[in-house]
């Protein structure tokens, strides 16, 4: 089982950046693919980005493209969300989320295990 911790949400600026990190317990971290998923009051659970177990694949939703940009340190437990030229429509709460497949996956049925999330407050 994996337990998830999100950290780095924040009040920022439009065209600012953040930097979000998901910390993950277990010894088995490299098996499982991550991704990155937001949610904003009222509207539905969105997929933002997604990264292979190994790290070598990555996929982002299209809104995010050449501006967000997922990794992952497999010796550390990590993986992370860099945030750049945010808008105030990335306002959300922001999760993390494993997967046992080896991915990259982006669908919410394909994750297994789901961090408590983190706001992201853009302003404009």
């Known amino acids: 089982q994996v337990q998830l911790a999100e950290s780095g949400g924040g009040l920022v600026q439009a065209g600012g950046s953040l930097r979000l990190s998901c910390a993950a317990s277990g010894r088995t971290f490299s098996s499982y693919a991550m991704g990155w998923f937001r949610q904003a009051p009222g509207k539905e659970r969105e997929f933002v980005a997604g990264i292979s177990a190994g790290g070598g694949g990555t996929s982002y939703t299209d809104s995010v493209k050449g501006r967000f940009t997922i990794s992952r340190d497999n010796a550390k437990n990590t993986v992370a969300l860099q945030m750049n030229s945010l808008k105030a429509e990335d306002t959300a709460v922001y999760s993390c989320?494993?997967?046992?497949?080896?991915?990259?996956?982006?669908?919410?049925?394909?994750?297994?295990?789901w961090g408590q999330g983190t706001q992201v407050t853009v302003s404009s």
């Open positions: 989320a494993a997967s046992l497949y080896y991915g990259p996956v982006y669908r919410t049925s394909d994750f297994n295990y």
